[in-house]
T-cell receptor, first 112, second 114 residues
């Protein structure tokens, strides 16, 4: 089983739509969780951290469910500029250091 | 501008060439990383340096050789690569230590091995 699993998509949605992505992780010892965004041919950039209490930043809401070992990202009122690949990331501590494990990403395409 | 600079942006090399990728971070971070990103695959961690010491070598073939002369600079020396090594190579840095570890990536080097 992959350490971090995501639906690759693509999710094709019209502008203004609400879209949600899920990500599951296999190691219950995972400590921290993030969503990164990667535009085509560009580097990943941190979108937001994910906390047990949930985290909202404008149109974006991230949730963590430790019992079921998944995190989610909800995007409301989608914009054309939201088109990108969204990477789920979890952190494990190994050998005294934190190791970030990336999912393969979910591609979102927002159309007019 | 993320504060992490990578050069070159693109590199084409033959299997017998020797080349180096360079990364520099201006963020005062203590940890630096090399990642490999192949099409439709997750980012693969290659090497981690914390305070200039290599703390992780993720079973990377010896044809990839990292070098970290100080906390701000990281190199990846390439020698006798294979065509399957063609990928996007990303450097990243972070303020090592806390659980809330956030990575800052460079723009990457798109490598093609012929």
């Amino acid at each position: 089983r992959k350490e971090v699993e995501q639906d690759p998509g693509p999710f094709n949605v019209p502008e203004g739509a609400t879209v949600a992505f899920n990500c599951t992780y296999s190691n219950s010892a995972s400590q921290s969780f993030f969503w990164y965004r990667q535009d085509c041919r560009k580097e990943p950039k941190l979108l937001m951290s994910v906390y047990s209490s949930g985290n909202e930043d404008g149109r974006f809401t991230a949730q963590l469910n430790r019992a079921s070992q998944y995190i989610s990202l909800l995007i409301r009122d989608s914009k054309l500029s939201d088109s990108a690949t969204y990477l789920c990331v979890v952190t494990l501590q190994r050998g005294g250091y934190n190791k970030l494990i990336f999912g393969a990403g979910t591609r979102l395409a927002v159309h007019p | 501008e993320t504060g992490v600079t990578q050069t070159p942006r693109h590199l084409v090399m033959g299997m017998t060439n020797k080349k180096s990728l360079k990364c520099e971070q201006h963020l005062g971070h203590n940890a630096m990383y090399w990642y490999k990103q192949s099409a439709k695959k997750p980012l693969e961690l290659m090497f981690v340096y914390n305070f200039k010491e290599q703390t992780e070598n993720n079973s990377v073939p010896s044809r990839f050789s990292p070098e970290c002369p100080n906390s701000s600079h990281l190199f990846l020396h390439l020698h006798t690569l294979q065509p399957e090594d063609s990928a996007l190579y990303l450097c990243a840095s972070s303020q090592e230590g806390g659980w809330d570890e956030k990575l800052f990536f460079g723009s990457g080097t798109q490598l093609s091995v012929l």
